[in-house]
Nanobody
Framework: QVHLVESGGGSVQAGGSLRLSCVAS????????MGWFREAPGKSREGVAG???????GYADSVKGRFTISKDKSKNTLYLQMNSLEPEDTAMYYC????????????????????WGQGIQVSVSS
């Protein structure tokens, strides 16, 4: 089992910034991929950013140049720095991890992930 806990969400005005954190615990030693997803009301869950220990990093086109994903293995923590936030970024954000290993290079594919955090709300007003 892998347990994921997100923090850092909140409400900001357009153009503002937030940093999300996700602390992983449990059987995480063999997990080499983690990602961030989001789900807006009435929309399906979409991949925002993902990172593998091999160095593979992927971003959704809508966040490229604005969001940065990083990972601190010593703290078992995944981060998502979100800058230049837009109202369209408003959603519930989820941290995710596979049960073992990597994401086969497809870090934005939700079906590569087995464990999910409880989610954290990000709201951006215009």
């Amino acid at each position: 089992q892998v347990h994921l806990v997100e923090s850092g969400g909140g409400s900001v005005q357009a153009g503002g910034s937030l940093r999300l954190s996700c602390v992983a615990s449990g059987y995480i030693d063999g997990v080499t991929c983690m990602g961030w997803f989001r789900e807006a009301p009435g929309k399906s869950r979409e991949g925002v950013a993902g990172i593998e220990d091999s160095g593979t990093i992927g971003y959704a086109d809508s966040v490229k140049g604005r969001f940065t994903i990083s990972k601190d293995k010593s703290k078992n923590t995944l981060y998502l720095q979100m800058n230049s936030l837009e109202p369209e970024d408003t959603a519930m954000y989820y941290c995710a991890a596979p049960s073992w290993g990597d994401c086969s290079g497809d870090v934005l594919d939700r079906y590569e992930y087995n464990y999910w955090g409880q989610g954290i709300q990000v709201s951006v007003s215009s």
